[in-house]
T-cell receptor, first 116, second 113 residues
Framework: NAGVTQTPKFQVLKTGQSMTLQCAQD?????MYWYRQDPGMGLRLIYY???????DKGEVPNGYNVSRLNKREFSLRLESAAPSQTSVYFC???????????????FGPGTRLLVL | GQSLEQPSEVTAVEGAIVQINCTYQ??????LSWYQQHDGGAPTFLSY??LDGLEETGRFSSFLSRSDSYGYLLLQELQMKDSASYFC??????????????WGLGTSLAVNP
């Protein structure tokens, strides 16, 4: 079991360039998430997908789009990168127990993005 | 609004005990979780409390008081490798009868020799 994998690990972009961050999980989880983490800001939810075929905005969706390609894969796209999008991006998937109320999120290793 | 509060930094020495508090204000409450994140790494799940009381997992314990909207993570017999950030997260109501996980800003724990 690889768990949650993300590519790339590092990326440098120029302002205005576009890129897609890839995420895949092999745990058969329905729910997947994209977070960004900035110093002192904790984890902020960008988008999430409760199940294959559905996506919803989180607290900081502006400048991003997502695709839930299938149950395993959830990608994050920056159409026109800005320096404010310099951050570490984490993908996660969720497992539920106790009638659905205990949620455990499993995180990928992160993508470190620098926008110049 | 919904919010979680935890201290930004805690310092302790090897072998000591440290408590990291988390107070929350949320719409609905279904459980409090704790995650650990080492520098440069991904957050990993530590513990979960849905009911009042103490849950113990080895050197780590987590406590919840639903009436006080308060919980804490207790780390005993501290080791250097426990130096990390610790996040509390609350499962609460979201729009349309759904649930969501909201996160505290994290507590940076430094364990000194």
């Amino acid at each position: 079991n690889a768990g949650v994998t993300q590519t790339p690990k590092f990326q440098v972009l120029k302002t205005g360039q576009s890129m897609t961050l890839q995420c895949a999980q092999d745990m058969n989880h329905n729910s997947m998430y994209w977070y960004r983490q900035d110093p002192g800001m904790g984890l902020r939810l960008i988008y999430y997908s409760a199940s294959e075929g559905t996506t919803d905005k989180g607290e900081v969706p502006n400048g991003y789009n997502v695709s839930r390609l299938n149950k395993r894969e959830f990608s994050l796209r920056l159409e026109s990168a800005a320096p404010s999008q310099t951050s570490v991006y984490f993908c996660a998937s969720s497992e539920y127990e106790r009638g659905g109320e205990k949620e455990t999120q499993y995180f990928g290793p992160g993508t470190r993005l620098l926008v110049l | 609004g919904q919010s979680l509060e935890q201290p930004s930094e805690v310092t302790a020495v090897e072998g000591a005990i440290v408590q990291i508090n988390c107070t929350y204000q949320t719409s609905g409450f279904y459980g409090l979780s704790w995650y650990q994140q080492h520098d440069g790494g991904a957050p990993t799940f530590l513990s979960y409390n849905a009911l009042d009381g103490l849950e113990e997992t080895g050197r780590f314990s987590s406590f919840l008081s639903r009436s006080d909207s308060y919980g804490y993570l207790l780390l005993q017999e501290l080791q250097m490798k426990d130096s990390a950030s610790y996040f509390c997260a609350v499962r609460c109501d979201n729009a349309g009868n759904n649930r969501k996980l909201i996160w505290g800003l994290g507590t940076s724990l430094a364990v000194n020799p």
